[in-house]
């Protein structure tokens, strides 16, 4: 008897928890900014601290985790619309610790592997990198210190998105270390943008340790990445693979191609491909083909272009133009550092 009523009471233990479980869970996903709602990530930790205790049993726990999981990884989109960069900037930091701490318990979670990847990569270049490169001339230690802190989350970044695409293909991590291309051509349109974003963190990692021969050993296996990207869907993200080929081609090796017609060639792509909602491959070209070529006419005018822009005309992409125009007005102000004036300009020699 006793038995039976035990059984009983666990089963209708479980059945609370179970309603317990769906109605936090629908709560959750109702104030996602995913599914339209008014969440912050501040939010949605709020209502997981509130509803895990409750929740008793490996299962039901997981389930939750997705959910929060799944409402976490659609917040970049709120952020993409945002007018004030301090604010994100200010915000990310929480973000990145709850995605942390949510792949910790579901890893598999692709989604937020996704959304981690590419916040880590994004906080990295434009919060740390972007910063020491403004800070140089006034501090360069400090400048050095972020720069070493951006390596640190770029190297993450990348971990998370080798991670998931391991996931799904099992030894592949070993196969593109060995092989580079064969493991490359596994990928499929599934896997565009986290093997995107695992390039672009590798890349940014490769940039800041160019003193470090293994990093420099591992750019095959980056470029393989980003090529495979192209070939799968240029397109995407705005045509996100073209604009960072546009700064890319001045550092690649071995093409046998002209690196500015390259970066000419990709940045006319990464404008019709954005159809006018992207400043950013004004900003790419300026720093690279006009600086390379110290063609002081064309850096001006590709950053006025840039600085001109009415970030408000494409709310969805609000954020890093607003960004890109920073970059391109500090780039104005520094020409002089960038760009050497024409003999003509020179003072004459006494």
């Not at 340790?209 to 192209?230: C, G, N, T, Y």
């Not at 000419?264 to 004004?282: C, D, M, N, T």
Request: glycine content about 6%.
């Amino acid at each position: 008897m006793k038995t039976l009523e035990g059984a009983g009471m666990n089963r209708s233990i479980k059945h609370v928890r179970a309603s317990i479980a769906s109605k936090w869970s629908q709560l959750v996903l109702k104030h996602s900014p995913r599914h339209g709602g008014c969440c912050s990530a501040k939010c949605v930790l709020f209502l997981m601290l509130i509803g895990l205790p409750l929740l008793g049993g490996c299962s039901i726990k997981k389930v939750a985790l997705r959910q929060v999981g799944n409402a976490l990884s659609g917040t970049g989109s709120t952020f993409s619309a945002e007018n004030d960069p301090q604010l994100v900037r200010d915000a990310l930091p929480f973000s990145l610790k709850l995605m942390d701490g949510l792949l910790a318990e579901i890893p598999d979670h692709k989604p937020l592997v996704i959304a981690a990847t590419s916040a880590y990569v994004q906080y990295a270049f434009a919060f740390l990198q972007m910063d020491a490169d403004r800070l140089e001339s006034a501090d360069f230690e400090a400048a050095q210190a972020l720069r070493s802190r951006a390596a640190n989350l770029f190297l993450r970044a990348r971990d998370y998105g080798l991670g998931g695409m391991e996931l799904k293909r099992p030894g592949w991590v070993t196969r593109l270390a060995e092989t580079p291309l064969e493991a490359s051509q596994e990928l499929d349109r599934d896997d565009v943008a986290l093997a995107y974003w695992t390039g672009a963190a590798w890349a940014g990692l490769i940039n800041l340790s160019k003193e470090q021969p293994h990093r420099i050993a591992e750019i095959p296996q980056m470029e393989v990445l980003m090529d495979r990207v192209l070939e799968l869907d240029e397109g995407w993200n705005d045509g996100a693979i073209h604009a960072f080929m546009i700064t890319y081609a001045f550092a690649r090796q071995g093409t046998g191609e002209d690196p500015a017609d390259a970066a000419k060639y990709h940045y006319r792509r990464a404008l019709e491909l954005s159809e006018g909602r992207q400043i950013g491959p004004h900003v790419s070209l300026a720093e690279s083909l006009a600086v390379q070529t110290q063609d002081s006419a064309l850096f001006g005018e590709l950053l006025r272009k840039a600085t001109a822009f009415d970030v408000n005309t494409h709310p969805e992409t609000r954020l890093v133009n607003l960004l890109m125009q920073q970059r391109a007005h500090w780039l104005l102000d520094h020409e002089a550092d960038l760009i050497l004036p024409a003999l003509e300009d020179l003072p004459p020699i006494e």
